[in-house]
């Protein structure tokens, strides 16, 4: 998607809530990472205040861009640890359980190092508006509203981050799009991706098949020198 200065719906593909989606788990994970390590009191108007905050982040990253595939009809991909996160922000909001209750259940059951739902390679350094760095209880940060032009910046900045740009796929260039018809443009958006994804596993293929064929290469051109290499052994074991 390009980053205008107004924010076009059409422009919108489902590579682009993937990466968000993406870029959402990673600062997910620096959170938990960086309280569960944080010496700071839990006081309940902490864990009030940590919950207030974590409602921002669901707000500004995650709950917009759902919504905007569900108009589309379509499913952008998400990690496990953001399903578990979301799976227990729906009992808050549905008031299955409190806030408090909610604190306790990300701490124990949303940790980027658990197996099932390994995150802690998504971490980088840099975050714009990391409040978990400092007395978010305390010192009262003001959460600005954020329009998806700032988010795509955040997201391209988070992937810059990562060695060799890891997880971002670049999307391809989509032709034939029309102004006014969303659903059009992204049937053609997802078939683009689709021939993309096609294009890519075929080279991965090609590249893997010279390899193996270096490789029995490699291993038949050995072969005459262990033959003489077990033939010297022998010779040296006869009396």
Avoid at 177 to 185: C, H, K, M, R, S
Wanted: charged fraction near 20%; hydrophobic fraction near 40%; proline fraction near 5%.
């Amino acid at each position: 998607m390009s980053n205008s200065s107004k924010y076009d719906l059409t422009e919108f593909t489902i590579l682009d809530a993937t990466n968000i989606l993406e870029y959402a788990t990673s600062r997910f994970a620096a959170i938990w990472i960086a309280c569960d390590r944080s010496h700071v009191p839990r006081s309940p108007a902490y864990k009030a205040s940590f919950v207030r905050h974590l409602q921002w982040e669901v707000d500004s990253f995650v709950f917009p861009y759902i919504n905007i595939c569900m108009v589309f009809n379509t499913h952008p991909t998400m990690t496990d640890l953001l399903r578990s996160i979301l799976g227990r922000f729906s009992r808050l909001q549905t008031r299955n359980i409190t806030g408090e209750q909610f604190y306790a259940e990300f701490f124990a059951h949303c940790s980027p190092h658990d197996p099932e739902l390994r995150s802690t390679h998504r971490v980088v350094l840099k975050y714009a508006h990391d409040w978990w760095k400092d007395r978010f209880d305390t010192l009262g940060f003001a959460l600005p509203s954020l329009d998806v032009n700032e988010v795509l910046d955040m997201m391209a900045d988070h992937f810059e981050q990562l060695p060799m740009g890891a997880m971002l796929l670049p999307g391809p260039a989509v032709a034939g799009q029309v102004e006014g018809d969303p659903l059009f443009n992204q049937i053609l958006a997802v078939k683009a991706h689709v021939q993309h994804l096609g294009d890519s596993l075929e080279k991965m293929l090609q590249e893997t098949t010279m390899m193996a064929a270096a490789a029995a290469s490699s291993m038949s051109e050995l072969e005459g020198p262990m033959d003489e290499l077990e033939e010297a052994l022998l010779t040296s074991r006869r009396p």
